[in-house]
């Protein structure tokens, strides 16, 4: 039995289409919780998380916008995430992916407070390893992964408490990655997952090699979960469709890899865009899938002696 701490993130302000900050209250309708209660967990709802007071800090790139109020979020998510990560298991209902920005912030501080180290599975049809100076678009939604890898670039930003080495970041299912994102993966150490290595090696194989890697240097793993992994016919409610995205049996099977391995300690489920879903099938089925992150089964196959 796992204690599920629900943390709301009703974060917009890291892309440019109004819609995510309804994202907590769809997971919510659709009966997240009761999710969680029904498998035997306990679940503490602790509300949405505010922006806090916003300061006036500009970037040097132009194009980026609302860099305040995402920093407003990120370091009152931070808080949250550390606080919650000493008595349960985080789960960040978003709100874009900029929320990350904070969460995957407060989930390290608290993994160098204990001596552990902190991987980063990130599932996801976009690298999202921009910076504040790189970004052409000025969406902060697209820069996390880089922050979290403690790459420079991030003025203003609180200082990551403790970067992520990128030996201990897994990409998985990315699909839609620019020249600059190409170049920075390229001359890293981030494990890329995209979908023609699923393509040729299927989804099971990379990803227990990611868990076996996690589970031998006793780490602790944060799923960062994007709605836009998934294929948008199945998935439509995401600002950012993507074709050709995990199929609902493949992110099943991810996420029953995931739970069966016993490693996951927190939970970003990012960019559910409610304005854009048809009669709550995207909220719906990302519930689901929360169900088979934390023990839901078809069928138990009991290990069975030769």
């Known amino acids: 039995m796992t204690h599920c701490i629900l943390i709301g993130a009703p ?3 890291g892309q440019q289409r109004p819609g995510c900050l309804m994202g907590p209250a769809a997971y919510r309708v659709a ?20 922006p806090g007071e916003l300061g006036s800090e500009t970037a040097a790139n132009p194009a980026v916008h609302h860099l305040s109020e995402t920093l407003g979020w990120s370091r009152e998510l931070a808080l949250a995430g550390r606080d919650a990560c000493a008595t349960g298991l985080p789960i960040f209902l978003g709100g ?39 970004t052409q678009s000025g969406n902060l939604h697209g820069t996390p992964l880089a922050y979290l890898a403690g790459r420079a670039g991030f003025d203003h930003f609180p200082a990551f408490p ?18 600059a994102e190409h170049a920075a993966l390229e001359a890293s150490d981030i494990t890329v997952n995209d ?26 793993l944060h799923v960062s979960l994007d709605v836009d992994f998934l294929d948008p016919s199945i998935a439509p409610a995401v600002g950012t469709t993507v074709p050709g995205g995990a199929t609902f049996r493949e992110a099943h099977l991810v996420c029953e890899l995931i739970h069966e391995s016993g490693l996951m300690t927190s939970l970003d489920l990012v960019e559910l865009n409610p304005f854009l879903d048809e009669r709550g099938q995207t909220a719906k089925m990302m519930v689901d899938l929360v169900g088979s992150l934390m023990g839901r089964k078809v069928f138990d196959r009991p290990t069975r002696s030769a």
């Open 11 to 13: 974060v917009d302000s």
């Open 31 to 50: 009966r997240l919780g009761d999710t969680l209660a029904a498998l035997g967990h306990t679940v503490e709802d602790r509300g949405d998380v505010g």
């Open 96 to 134: 874009d992916h900029s929320l990350s920005l904070g969460s995957v912030s407060g989930v390290a501080a608290h993994a160098r407070g204990i001596g552990r180290p902190l991987f980063v599975l990130w599932l996801d049809a976009h690298s999202d390893i921009h910076t504040p100076v790189t």
């Open 162 to 179: 403790a970067p992520v080495p990128e030996r201990n970041i897994c990409l998985f299912g990315i699909r839609s990655v620019d020249p």
């Open 195 to 220: 979908m023609r290595v699923l393509d040729e090696f299927g989804f099971a194989v990379p990803m227990r090699a990611f868990l076996d890697q996690v589970r031998a240097a006793n780490g602790l």
